[in-house]
């Protein structure tokens, strides 16, 4: 049986980055690298590095509304997301941090 651990994050932040490569949507036709980039540099802005982790991931099964930005354990989901969206995202993520 695989040795188990409670995860050091808060929260975990995933942006779908799959590419499809034009065959059919995906999230990374939104730009969705960038957005992830952007949440990555706010994240080390605000110290929160070792608390909030931001990490790309595949396909979340959910391309139509994408780009995909999923905060884990909370279980919020943030569709059609662009680096505009990327203040509001935070400001969540604030929220979780501040009362963790």
């Known amino acids: 049986m695989p040795t188990t651990r ?3 994050y808060i929260c975990h ?3 779908c980055t799959n590419d ?3 065959r059919r949507k995906s999230c990374a036709d939104g730009n969705s690298a960038q957005v992830r980039a952007a949440l990555k540099k706010e994240v080390g802005e605000r110290g929160w590095r070792g608390k909030v ?4 991931s595949g ?3 959910l391309c139509a509304d994408g780009p995909n930005v999923l905060i884990y354990p909370q279980k919020i989901w943030f569709p059609g997301v ?4 990327v ?3 935070v400001a969540r993520m604030a929220q ?3 009362t963790a």
Do not use: K, M, N
């Open 13 to 15: 932040v995933l942006v």
């Open 53 to 56: 982790r931001v990490s790309p």
């Open 96 to 98: 979780i941090v501040d």
């Open 20 to 22: 499809r490569q034009g």
């Open 87 to 89: 203040p509001d995202i």
């Open 82 to 85: 662009s680096t505009a969206d």
């Open 6 to 8: 409670r995860s050091p």
């Open 59 to 61: 396909c979340l099964g």
